[in-house]
């Protein structure tokens, strides 16, 4: 792997920044106009210096302006006095802190929550509308983008947004909450999304000659999955193949997904100009709220999705790493946790250092698209045999690298043991080393687990490699005939791989 590997792109880490978790809380208390000023380039400062290319913050919920004037939308008051000075003294700060940004070669973009259900107030047209309220989904009302006044609001609203300040670009979040249209619907209104898209590529394009520079972007993010974007309305193929967005971003909702498809979304951009930017979460998954992703984490997402072909990634929720509301303790991560994000800039060198794959299960219970995204293999006496699909780029014959594979069989009796296979291949019994806990695992060492067999195999034995695959895999695992394994209720979780790499090798 060296530098001509990869694209020379100008973009290569993005930073999205809900208004709370890097701006709203630097800037309240401030006693005046300019004590926010120097909050706000504080916080621009340690972007910059952790390398952030572009700069997305969130201007509009919920159908209301979150920060700014504006005559198209209501603006919302009384959430951070800091935004509220701003507005009382007559001071746009989307306009200060595109400025900031620009001073500092980061690019500036409002980003749009297009259905945010966190619950809270809602715009004009949600309270005024309730027969176009999505009531059949958790959370707060959403909207429905089937109507066509939703559609022209918002439309007018970022023509508004367009001509008041001088953006790089617009953001369209679709994972605040995912669903545009009444549950089953979406895919017989993709149309509307798509013309809805063209339209803002026309008042993007419009902008753009008005100001004389070339083109202003148009990014969104869109579920790490083509079954769910095509369930849920988002023809991410047609809006590539038209050239009305300039990139990408599959995500999961909350975690990171390594087995996001990267390289098939960026087979959609081929003979395009759109780039592919997968989003790194700093949560792991449900049941391990008491965690968070490290350096070693990120660089593993970082490797796979640069191997398929992404330009970049995404942070998204990023202040978990920080902020007191979430973990007291974690403070002292601000600004520091930002040089997690620093590394995933070079694909090569992260490719120095070791990496650590978790593909647990992010949503055993279901994810706000509708779909779960958990792959666990579950045993019984019927059926004693299932296959888990994990997405690794690694080149395990490297004499460098040492890698490890690690996964724990929960409900495994006492005299109960597996079979493993890796893409159809037997594992050797003398390369997996096991271990029972009989006292299972509680949550400060990881997802609460109950008594487990953890078995950890050597993957690149110099005398009997396992054959990985650079790409997709398959672990099978099978019960063991016999009385040993109980009840026969057995749960394959945890599956983690560790790449360590040789020094002075």
């Avoid at 559609?151 to 790089?168: F, N, P, S, T």
């Avoid at 037997?426 to 953890?454: E, H, M, W, Y």
Wanted: charged share 25%; glycine share 10%; proline share 5%.
């Amino acid at each position: 792997m060296s530098a001509a590997d990869f694209p020379n792109d100008d973009r290569r880490l993005l930073y999205n920044s809900d208004a709370g978790n890097a701006i709203a809380r630097r800037i309240s208390g401030k006693k005046n106009i300019e004590e926010i000023k120097t909050a706000l380039a504080g916080t621009f400062d340690e972007m910059a210096g952790a390398g952030v290319d572009t700069f997305s913050v969130v201007t509009s919920v919920r159908f209301y302006s979150w920060i700014g004037p504006s005559a198209v939308l209501e603006v919302k008051t009384g959430w951070n006095d800091g935004f509220d000075k701003a507005i009382e003294a007559g001071v746009d700060l989307r306009k200060v802190m595109a400025g900031m940004c620009h001073e500092r070669g980061m690019e500036f973009m409002p980003c749009i929550r297009m259905n945010d259900r966190h619950g809270g107030p809602v715009g004009k047209i949600i309270r005024d509308h309730p027969e176009w309220q999505l009531k059949e989904l958790s959370g707060g009302p959403g909207v429905d983008f089937a109507q066509d006044p939703v559609r022209e609001q918002l439309l007018a609203y970022i023509e508004e947004l367009l001509g008041a300040v001088e953006v790089d670009g617009v953001e369209f979040d679709y994972m605040r909450w995912a669903h545009m249209f009444r549950p089953g619907q979406g895919a017989s209104h993709a149309h509307l999304l798509t013309d809805f898209t063209r339209k803002t590529r026309k008042l993007l394009d419009e902008a753009a000659r008005r100001r004389g520079v070339k083109r202003l972007i148009l990014g969104v993010r869109i579920p790490q999955t083509f079954e769910e974007c095509e369930q849920l309305g988002y023809d991410v193929a047609a809006w590539i193949k038209e050239g009305l967005v300039d990139f990408v971003v599959p995500s999961d909702f909350f975690f990171i997904d390594l087995n996001t498809k990267v390289a098939e979304f960026v087979k959609l951009t081929e003979g395009t100009n759109c780039k592919v930017y997968p989003a790194v979460h700093p949560g792991i998954g449900v049941g391990y709220e008491a965690h968070y992703h490290n350096v070693t984490t990120y660089r593993a997402a970082a490797h796979s999705f640069y191997a398929g072909g992404a330009s970049g990634v995404q942070a998204y929720n990023y202040q978990y790493h920080w902020l007191p509301a979430y973990d007291p303790g974690r403070k002292y991560l601000w600004p520091a946790a930002l040089g997690f994000l620093t590394e995933l800039k070079n694909p090569v060198d992260i490719a120095r250092h070791d990496r650590h794959y978790l593909f647990n299960p992010l949503w055993p219970g279901g994810c706000q698209t509708g779909f779960r995204h958990d792959d666990r293999i579950r045993l019984s006496r019927s059926d004693p045999r299932g296959s888990q699909r994990f997405r690794l780029y690694e080149n395990l014959q490297d004499p460098k690298l040492s890698a490890l594979m690690q996964l724990k069989a929960v409900g495994l009796g006492e005299d109960g043991a597996i079979r493993i296979r890796i893409n159809g291949e037997p594992v050797d019994d003398r390369l997996i080393v096991t271990k029972r806990v009989n006292k299972g695992q509680d949550s400060i060492k990881g997802k609460k687990q109950p008594a487990f067999v953890r078995h950890t195999i050597q993957l690149n034995s110099p005398a009997d490699p396992v054959a990985i695959i650079r790409g997709d895999n398959e672990l099978t695992v099978e019960l063991e005939p016999g009385e040993g394994n109980g009840d026969g209720a057995v749960t394959i979780d945890d599956l983690e791989i560790y790449v360590y790499v040789r020094r002075g090798r």
